[in-house]
C-alpha cells in the first residue's frame, strides 16, 4: 500500500526544478546582484594588422568570456577571458597565451579593441559584434503561480497547492549560443532548449530510476517568450509510471508561472545534502 508523503514530493519537485527547497522547509540561498547580463550572448567578428583572422566567443551572464578562433598565421586556438562591470574586455588567444586582446564591449552588442603577441612582437586591432535575433541570455527569476490543470488525482493535487502556497521565486541562470540554451536552475537542476526568432524558448531536464520493482520517469518541460522584463510561463510535468507501482499511474500537472528579467546571480540553496541525492530517488521515497 502506497503511503503519500506531500513533504517528500514537495522536495522532489524542488529537485526537478519545480518549487524551491524553502518551499518544503529547506534553506535558501542569497540571491546576490551582478550587472553583467546586458553583456551575455554570442560574439562574431574579426582581427586584423600583423596577422589576421576571425574569432567568435560566448559571453556568460557572470562576465567569463570562452570561444574559439582562428589565425592565418597559427591556425585555430581556444579563446579565455573576461568582461569587467564596466565594459572592460580582455581575453587570451592560444593555450600558452601567446596573444592578448583588450578593448571594450557597450550595451548595443559592439565589441573592439587591441591585440598583441609577446612572442612575435606582431599587433593588430579587432573588432566584432553581437548575434542577431533575441538575446535571452542572463539571470531570470522564476515564480510559479499555481496549478492549471491535472491528471494527477485529488490527493496529489491538494499537495501541489499547498506546496505553491509556500513557494518562493527560482533564479535561472540562462546561457544562449545561437538558437541552443542551457540555463542552469537554483537547486541544481540542469535545463537544455532552444529559442527562436521571436524570443519564444522551451527548455526542458528529466531524470528516472527505479526502486523495488517500480521505475519513475519524471520530465519537466519550460515555455515562454523571453522578450520583455516580465513575462508568463508554463510548465509542465509528466511522471511515466512502470513496473511493481501499486496505486500509482502516469499523470501530468500544468503548472502556471512569471519569469523576471534579474540581474541577480544564481541562487544557491543550501541544503546541499539533499541536492546530492537523484530527483527521482527522492520521488520514489516520497510516493513507495
Known amino acids: 500500500m502506497i503511503d503519500f508523503d506531500g513533504k517528500r514530493f514537495c522536495t522532489a519537485l524542488a529537485l526537478l526544478g519545480v518549487v524551491s527547497f524553502a518551499a518544503c522547509g529547506g534553506g535558501g540561498g542569497d540571491d546576490g546582484s551582478g550587472p553583467f547580463a546586458r553583456f551575455a550572448g554570442?560574439?562574431?567578428?574579426?582581427?586584423?594588422?600583423?596577422?589576421?583572422?576571425?574569432?567568435?566567443?560566448?559571453?556568460?551572464?557572470?562576465?567569463?568570456?570562452?570561444?574559439?578562433?582562428?589565425?592565418v598565421s597559427f591556425g585555430g586556438f581556444p579563446i579565455n577571458g573576461q568582461v569587467t562591470q564596466?565594459?572592460?574586455?580582455?581575453?587570451?588567444?592560444?593555450?600558452?597565451?601567446?596573444?592578448?586582446?583588450?578593448?571594450?564591449?557597450?550595451?548595443?552588442?559592439?565589441i573592439q579593441g587591441t591585440w598583441n603577441n609577446r612572442v612575435t612582437g606582431e599587433s593588430g586591432t579587432f573588432i566584432g559584434s553581437r548575434a542577431e535575433?533575441?538575446?535571452?541570455?542572463?539571470?531570470?527569476?522564476?515564480?510559479?503561480?499555481?496549478?492549471?490543470t491535472s491528471t494527477c488525482g485529488a490527493e496529489l493535487d491538494a499537495a501541489i497547492v499547498q506546496i505553491l502556497g509556500f513557494q518562493a521565486p527560482c533564479n535561472y541562470d540562462v546561457s544562449q549560443a545561437g538558437a541552443s540554451i542551457t540555463a542552469n536552475q537554483c537547486n541544481g537542476a540542469v535545463y537544455q532548449g532552444s529559442v527562436d526568432r521571436d524570443g519564444n524558448v522551451t527548455m526542458s531536464t528529466s531524470a528516472m530510476e527505479?526502486?523495488?520493482?517500480?521505475?519513475?520517469?519524471?520530465?519537466?518541460?519550460?515555455?515562454?517568450?523571453?522578450?520583455?522584463?516580465?513575462?508568463?510561463?508554463?510548465?509542465?510535468?509528466?511522471?511515466?509510471?512502470?513496473?511493481?507501482?501499486?496505486?500509482l499511474r502516469d499523470c501530468r500537472v500544468e503548472l502556471s508561472g512569471n519569469?523576471?528579467?534579474?540581474?541577480?546571480?544564481?541562487?544557491?540553496?543550501?541544503?546541499?545534502?539533499?541536492?546530492?541525492?537523484?530527483s527521482i530517488g527522492k520521488l520514489l521515497d516520497h510516493v513507495l
Open 210 to 247: 527505479s526502486e523495488a520493482g517500480c521505475t519513475i520517469a519524471a520530465n519537466i518541460q519550460i515555455r515562454s517568450q523571453l522578450t520583455a522584463n516580465f513575462t508568463p510561463a508554463d510548465i509542465s510535468l509528466d511522471l511515466n509510471i512502470a513496473g511493481n507501482c501499486e496505486g
Open 86 to 110: 564596466g565594459g572592460n574586455v580582455t581575453f587570451a588567444l592560444g593555450s600558452t597565451d601567446e596573444s592578448n586582446f583588450s578593448g571594450r564591449v557597450d550595451d548595443s552588442g559592439t
Open 259 to 278: 519569469f523576471t528579467r534579474s540581474s541577480g546571480s544564481l541562487a544557491v540553496t543550501s541544503n546541499s545534502s539533499e541536492q546530492n541525492t537523484s
Open 42 to 71: 554570442t560574439y562574431a567578428g574579426t582581427f586584423s594588422g600583423d596577422d589576421s583572422g576571425n574569432f567568435s566567443a560566448q559571453v556568460s551572464s557572470h562576465g567569463q568570456i570562452t570561444g574559439s578562433g582562428t589565425s
Open 133 to 148: 535575433g533575441p538575446l535571452v541570455s542572463g539571470v531570470w527569476s522564476l515564480s510559479v503561480g499555481g496549478l492549471a
